[in-house]
């Protein structure tokens, strides 16, 4: 079994910055994937950035230019490092670790953006 773990969430002003992590206990293969998500009550869970056990990442048109996804394997840890912050970016953000057929997710870490 996998715990994850989120951290960094709040509330912040319109154009200012927020540094999520997650740190990943348990059961971890070497190989994974790690990743952040995001949903609103009224939108699906959506995809922001992933990274994986090797540095590949990938992000969301909405994230790039603006966050950073990154981790730290030997820690188990990843993080996203989030930029130039807009209203639209309110929701509650999760962290999810894949590896196979199998997936995690943490609890969720709620991100305020006022205008």
């Known amino acids: 079994q996998v715990r994850l773990v989120e951290s960094g969430g709040g509330l912040v002003q319109a154009g200012g910055s927020l540094r999520l992590s997650c740190v990943a206990s348990g059961t971890i293969f070497r190989l994974n994937t790690m990743g952040w998500y995001r949903q609103t009550q009224a939108n699906q869970r959506e995809v922001v950035a992933t990274i994986t056990t090797g540095g590949s990442t990938d992000y969301a048109d909405s994230a790039k230019g603006r966050f950073t996804i990154s981790r730290d394997n030997a820690k188990n840890t990843v993080f996203l490092q989030m930029n130039s912050l807009k209203p639209e970016d309110t929701a509650v953000y999760y962290c999810?670790?894949?590896?196979?057929?199998?997936?995690?997710w943490g609890q969720g870490t709620q991100v305020t953006v006022s205008s």
């Open positions: 999810n670790l894949r590896s196979g057929p199998l997936g995690y």
